[in-house]
């Protein structure tokens, strides 16, 4: 960027009813160039689109219109290759691009922004931007459930415990676990979608705050710019940030969800489980210990989910107090989604090669599995001799709590113990982990028949969501 070395304060495009230039620092507080700069493309789509505009109004002729977007387009072309077109001291990127086509093209550049203010630009960019990250996570979501649907059919007969609070719960299989990831991953990429759609009015002929006093039809620039509809209300279409705060907060949810997963895994991939291996590729050694290979991977997914909730928490802090309609407070909407949709884009798809890479261990998870998971299926089977499940649950309780005295399974308790149970020695015989895991074929359980359902309902959704984004391509 180039730095202009001038003596004086700096001059900007609203100068007019200034006498002095800007302090340099108050400058550098106030600057968004560098980071800003991102939306070049919108920022160029918004503006080709806002000639048009003009041209109905009547306030550029079909010349200019032309000028302004050949050069318009070669500002773009200038940017994406790399070239040093701007100042340090243009103020942001609509300032930046307006600045070098005025210098570039002189009075038709000049025209480009009658009607139109900052505050309605800015949205109209920061929308696109948004509407077009909400599209590529999707994309990644559904590439995370294509590896977590694969890997469920991979291992969709193997025993694992279930985990409640981190303690063995009861015993299910790994693709029901595995399918767990893929529902909930269902529901985030539903939660973008809705996102997607709060960000489709288009802001642009709002103005400042008022609204444009060149009309045009806003409905047919909406569409130019692929926005579903317009703004209802010119105040509320600067004001508002709520699009990008969903954006920050289903970002954040993802995080969490993420981070979740990521330690169960790290959990079991350690020396005292040694349940699951993750691929060599997504681990990393120690400088100082040579044995050493540690879940990275995971760990990083599971640490960003801290800054995605910071991302959401800083901008929600930071629109609370600012009054309608636009302040500049506002600014401060753009880096956190700039760097949620980065955090999002390298979590998610790390994730989906993590996933790939898992290898179970049915031998390691059948060592560390304790038969008192049988404990509720022990009460299970006594309430169908016809005992109250109370009372079931403490007959079962009791025979856990004699196995822990005598230091032995449950299931190893002389058949004394047994016999005090109503059909005791039979049920003793039925009780496995298969058997408990068979016994629940409830839609949504653990049961093979069930998970059956659940891979050949994923199965649907992931052909349905392939269909989809072929259809957008079209
Ligand atoms: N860079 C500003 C932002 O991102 C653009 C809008 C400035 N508007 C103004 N009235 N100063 O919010």
């Known amino acids: 960027m180039k730095s202009r070395k001038t003596k004086q304060l700096s001059q900007k495009l609203w100068q007019g009813r200034f006498e002095t230039g800007m302090d340099a620092d108050m400058e550098s507080l106030s600057i968004s160039l560098h980071y800003d700069k991102k939306l070049i493309k919108e920022d160029i789509r918004g503006s080709l689109a806002q000639a048009e505009a003009l041209t109905e109004a ?13 050069a318009l387009r070669v500002i773009e072309k200038d940017v994406l290759a790399g070239k040093d077109i701007f100042n340090s001291t243009d103020e942001d990127i609509h300032m930046a691009v307006e600045r070098v086509l005025s210098e570039r093209i002189g009075d038709a550049g000049k025209k480009l922004h009658t009607g139109r203010s900052r505050n309605d630009q800015v949205a109209t960019d920061f929308k696109l931007y948004v509407k077009n990250c909400c599209a590529s996570i999707i994309e990644r979501i559904y590439a995370l459930q294509g590896a977590v649907y694969e890997k469920a059919c991979e291992y969709q007969t193997m025993i694992m415990s279930g985990y409640t609070h981190l303690q063995q719960a009861q015993p299910v299989y790994v693709s029901h676990y595995l399918l767990s990831f893929f529902w909930a991953l269902e529901r985030d990429a539903s939660r973008f979608i809705h996102v997607s759609r709060m960000a489709d009015e288009l802001p642009l002929g709002s103005g400042a705050l008022a609204g444009s006093a060149f009309p045009y039809d806003r409905k047919a620039l909406a569409k130019k710019l692929g926005f579903g509809s317009v703004s209802q209300n010119s105040i509320d279409a600067v004001s508002h940030r709520d699009f990008a705060l969903e954006f920050l907060s289903t970002g954040a949810i993802l995080g969490t969800l993420l981070s979740r997963y990521a330690e169960d895994l790290i959990i079991w991939s350690s020396a005292e489980c040694k349940y699951v291996q993750l691929g060599e590729a997504f681990t990393t050694g120690s400088s100082m210990m040579p044995q050493k290979r540690n879940p990275d991977s995971l760990e990083l997914i599971r640490g960003k989910s801290g800054r995605l909730l910071g991302n959401f928490t800083s901008l929600f802090t930071a629109v609370k107090g600012a009054p309608l309609s636009y302040s500049r407070d506002l600014q401060e909407d753009k880096e956190p989604v700039f760097d949620t949709a980065e955090t999002m884009d390298i979590c998610l798809r790390v994730m989906s090669k993590v ?5 179970f261990n049915q031998d390691q998870i059948l060592n560390k599995m304790d038969a008192a998971m049988l404990a509720t299926d022990l009460a299970d089977a006594i309430v169908k001799e016809g005992t109250p ?7 079962s309780g009791n025979m856990i709590k004699k196995a822990e005295k005598r230091g032995c399974s449950f299931l190893d308790l002389p058949d004394s113990d047994w016999q005090s149970i109503p059909s005791g020695l039979r049920i003793k015989k039925e009780l496995s982990f298969s058997t408990s895991i ?11 028949r069930s998970v059956k359902q659940q891979l050949s309902k994923a199965k649907r959704l992931l052909s349905l969501h392939l269909k989809k984004k072929n259809e957008e391509k079209l």
């Open 58 to 70: 009547g306030v550029i002729t079909s010349a200019e219109c032309k000028k302004i977007q050949t």
């Open 355 to 359: 996933v790939a890479s898992l290898v």
């Open 389 to 395: 499940f109370r009372e079931a649950h403490h007959i």
């Open 438 to 448: 068979e016994m629940r074929n409830i839609q949504g359980g653990t049961g093979s």
